[in-house]
């Protein structure tokens, strides 16, 4: 069975740019998570999105945003990049929303803002 | 918000050694999931506990659910090489909490 897949792999981008990250959860997972984790750190929550509905938000600014389509895939989204939003953007699937319950991350996706 | 503090921060052993990593926080929670990350790749999930006191074990690994629900510690034994990573522990707050929250992660590193 595929896992949780996250695309792209790699993505640089200047400040004040707009980029979109892309996750396909495990298949019969309703739920995805989306989480930064910058270097030397643990990741962050940004949002949890359960049947297309936002179920929980982190302290991040507006400037992000997330949707979940029908097929349970995922977009986040970044508005007027800043260099600190550098970081790995990781992708994580469930069956349900919230706790307790098991998380499965993808690979990530490595944003580089220059 | 909440936090949670993972000792030790990193830790250099030789092969076949045993390793004990352990993580608290300062309010309770109600699930505990251990990770491990590899350089450049996402995290994978080792082993989730559920309730107060649960000792689980997933080959070589062993975790438990602290009594107090405050507190989880991730037990590694006969280490190999390809133990070398990063290891996180990640909590739930409560029922229907949805934010994830993990510690700064324990670096590991296995001299053969």
């Known amino acids: 069975d595929a896992g949780v897949t996250q695309s792209p792999t790699h993505l640089i981008k200047t400040r004040g740019q707009h980029v979109t990250l892309r996750c396909s959860p495990i298949s019969g997972h309703k739920s995805v998570s989306w989480y930064q984790q910058v270097l030397g750190q643990g990741p962050q929550f940004i949002f949890q999105?359960?049947?297309?509905?936002?179920?929980g938000r982190g302290n991040f600014p507006d400037r992000f945003s997330a949707r979940q389509f029908p097929n349970y895939s995922s977009e986040l989204n970044v508005n007027a990049l800043l260099l600190g939003d550098s970081a790995l953007y990781l992708c994580?699937?469930?069956?349900?929303?919230?706790?307790?319950?098991?998380?499965?991350f993808g690979p990530g996706t490595r944003l580089t803002v220059l | 918000g909440q936090q949670l503090n993972q000792s030790p921060q990193s830790m250099f052993i030789q092969e076949g050694e045993d390793v004990s990593m352990n993580c608290t926080s300062s309010s309770i929670f109600n699930t505990w999931l251990w990770y491990k990350q590899d350089p450049g790749e996402g995290p994978v999930l080792l082993i989730a506990l559920y309730k107060a006191g649960e000792l689980t074990s997933n080959g070589r690994l062993t975790a438990q659910f602290g009594i107090t629900r405050k507190d989880s510690f991730l037990n590694i034994s006969a280490s190999i090489p390809s133990d070398v990573g990063i290891y996180f522990c990640a909590g739930f707050s409560g029922a229907g909490s949805y934010q994830l929250t993990f510690g700064k992660g324990t670096k590991l590193s296995v001299i053969p």
């Open positions: 994580a699937s469930s069956f349900q929303a919230g706790g307790p319950n098991e998380q499965f």
């Open positions: 999105y359960y049947e297309k509905e936002e179920r």
